[in-house]
């Protein structure tokens, strides 16, 4: 593995809060988990691992500091935007954990898109949105069936999780990224019988 884990997680410890630490270390451990289910390789459950660790590596950050970093990486100024609040950590962490660790490219897509999803997601963006959602500490309306369904059809749990996501974001009358319209749309067309 060209990765050290045992570095990175001390990466993620010194970047996060307790609380979002753990989360992290759980997040890599549903995502391990879900691999071994669904068959990965060894090198795919590898890069599941690593990718839950760190896909929260720049949650914790400061306005001031998102906007260094979308100033110092010549990124795209929506993402400072109300509508991007919830992504920007993922896009912030997926071109860190490029340069800092050199992740492939499927890597850096699955953390950057893990709180919408995106068409066409592969199975490890697949693992990380939902290993996020269902970690052993979250517990939130829903969650059972969405454990249940995350291991039996990973495209229906995704779907149920996107609807879930929607409704609570919607009952909070916070802004939905229209990324999530795309992920659910294109999953419940080809899943459609
Ligand atoms: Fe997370």
């Known amino acids: 593995m060209k990765w050290n884990i045992l570095e990175i997680e001390k990466d993620v410890k010194e970047a996060l809060s307790e609380y979002r630490y753990k989360h992290s270390l759980n997040v890599m451990e549903e995502a391990a988990s879900l691999a071994k289910h669904y068959k990965a390789s060894k090198d795919d459950i590898e890069k599941c691992k690593v990718c839950g660790l760190t896909h929260d590596l720049c949650k914790e950050l400061t ?23 919830n992504l920007i950590h993922g896009f912030l962490a997926s071109v860190i954990v490029k340069e800092k660790y050199n992740f492939d490219e499927d890597m850096v897509l699955a953390i950057r898109y893990h709180t919408t ?4 997601m592969d199975l490890l963006a697949k693992i990380i949105y939902l290993a996020d959602k269902i970690e052993k500490n979250k517990n ?3 969650i059972e069936q969405e454990r ?3 291991y039996q059809d990973i495209d229906e749990a995704i779907i149920l999780c996107l609807k879930n996501q929607i409704k609570s974001l919607k009952d909070k009358n916070r802004r939905i990224n229209p ?3 795309d992920t659910l749309s294109y999953l419940e067309k080809i899943n459609s019988k």
């Open 117 to 120: 999803g995106y068409p066409n």
């Open 148 to 150: 249940l369904l995350a």
């Open 63 to 85: 306005e001031e500091e998102n906007e260094q970093l979308v100033k110092k990486y010549n990124l795209p100024r929506e993402l400072l935007s109300k509508e991007n609040k």
């Open 140 to 142: 939130y309306p829903g």
């Open 179 to 181: 990324k999530v319209y």
